[in-house]
């Protein structure tokens, strides 16, 4: 994975990338409850885990016995990138453990050395962990959180500005005919100011004196810590049973968290998505302002006494009110739109995840391929994850202030399982392609996109008969094929450099390039080319093989996984891999692969077409190919 590796909560995240490919494993849905049982053998089993929506999975242990070597049990929310829950082995049956989320991943890991009889284990549908949305003795504000206007007050589309009317300093942005608002109110100590961007924010007058709190004196207990953001979101969400920090260090940590918003924020272009998206725009304008005000808030006004407690006591007091309100500016409400944002469920941008709406507002005007587009792409990612982690932490503190400490453990389930389903479905789009050399054929979208992943561009024309044939609907770059000859189109990664991880077990191959990959098997096809006035050329990085008045092509396939297991690969561009059996490989994100062929008419005199060990699915006859192709773009 590129960037999605160094989050945590309650303990560390492995990033595995584990499918189940062996006998073991299996996918478990719509149901509520069943049974998972397994003995260690060479190799991962993982299960997969899911109950309806609104319940969460409890995992129950019934047996257990992984005290032989590398042996070890390992269960995960909602993916096998999402919260690590537990982690398990030796003969000690272990708790139970329950998501928050509905789904659950089981992955036992074994070298299959030794006598252990493995673990059984039932799952079942409980209810969600209950989180209070809001102060028992507060309501709704009743305010929604826009104000739709007719007219622009001379703004032209898409501008944004900051103004004032009857209820004080509004941020706007034109829409065409109309524009759209949100009210930025304030608390005690804070003000509303004209931030970098032209709009207004609440902010303090200055900093209020902090002081250190004694060693032994505590504050009452918030099991949320938030440490050193650097690079991504490095985060840490403890629990209940663990020692507890002093609410001086939380302060501290979560002013470092804030210093790093204010940077992500320089270094990042606003969301500007143009009169479609206006009211979309705005809504996530809303939320992020209330979280970065909210965080501001807390660092920069309130602070502890020598005695432990928050000061100054009424705006703290007034700080926790509008953190727990019902309201649109409660935090249940706001980090509710923006985990549904950020996940595409709300609806808004067209029901796109808010950052795959950045990504197309992006290579509109920055390749995909360099290095500017990725820093941005990780810069919004980890600004949008901080913003949340933010709430989170504002939230359990005010639940705190008010004297509310037993919903905090609710509240950390929720932001587990919120963060975990939101780093499960943004993983995709950050996956790196595999390290190592190879090649892959061009789609008409050009070579697929990914991080650290150059890749150098070749072509082999090949001379053929004149009877070409193709499945409807190719994907093969435009003005490469006709029915008397053929561009092969390559994408070849030829440096060692770039690129994580191995390849995924499944079943598809490649182009080879030097050596082929780990767990792949070479073969290679032969084409028996127009022998008359051939005009066989070649350009660019090539496939290994052999290119005069004939070609040969060497590839890598592999058949050690299901096909219908979706394997894990970088999907932000659509790409092509080579079918090798009856089946195109599944792929995460990709609901449908197209299936598409292409054959050669070759030569027919003489014809000297061969097959050679393991090769893409050829179902041509004695002289001529028909070679299948598996094409993938992500769902919309």
Known sequence: MAFL??????????????????????????????????????????????????????????????????????????CNVGNQLGKFKGSVLPSPVTSYSNKMVVIMT???????????????????????????????????????????LAHKSGERWATEDETGPVNCVCSGDYRVCFAVRCLMGTSAVMDEDGRWACRSSQRKPRAK?????????????VQGVVGLVSWYLGDEQEQQDPQQQILDDLQALDTRLDELHRQLDSLQTGQNWAVDATLYAHAEQRLRDTLDYLTNVLYVDSVGQMQPSAAAQQWADTVLSTGQDGLFSVLNRFHEMVVGSSGLFGSKSLLLTYDAMLASTIPRDTSAYWNKMQWFYEYTYSLQVSGYSAWATALNLKGRQGETAAVMARARGKLSEQACFLEIYFTEWPAGTYGLPMTNAGCPVAANVTWETGSRYQDTNGGNEWSDSLHFPAGSFEN??????????????????KWPAGSYCIFKKGICPDDFQEGSITWDDQDVFSGNSVSGALPDGIYDSNTEIHYCCRDDGSHRTPIRLPILAPFYLFRHQQQCQMVEGITSPVGEWFWFDDSNWINENELGGAHPYDDGDHDNHRIHYCFYQRDL
């Open 110 to 152: 074994s070298s299959g050395i030794g006598t252990s009889t493995g673990f059984r284990a039932r799952w079942e549908a409980v209810p969600v962990p209950r989180v209070g949305k809001g102060n028992p003795h507060s309501s709704s504000d009743g305010l929604l959180p826009l104000d739709i206007r007719d007219g622009c």
């Open 213 to 225: 709190l004694p060693e032994q004196a505590r504050y009452v207990p918030i099991p949320i810590i």
């Open 484 to 501: 008397g000859h053929l561009w092969q189109e390559f994408c070849m990664k030829t440096s060692t450099e770039g690129g994580a991880d």
């Open 5 to 78: 590796t160094a989050f945590a909560l309650g303990v560390t995240i492995l990033c595995t990338g584990v499918t189940s490919d062996s006998g073991c494993g299996g996918d478990f849905s719509g149901t509520t409850t069943g049974t998972i049982s397994a003995a260690p053998g060479p190799g991962p089993c993982q299960w997969s885990v899911e109950v309806p929506r609104g319940s969460s999975v409890k995992l129950t242990f019934e047996a257990f016995d992984l005290q032989d070597g590398d042996a070890e049990v390992t269960v995960y929310e909602y």
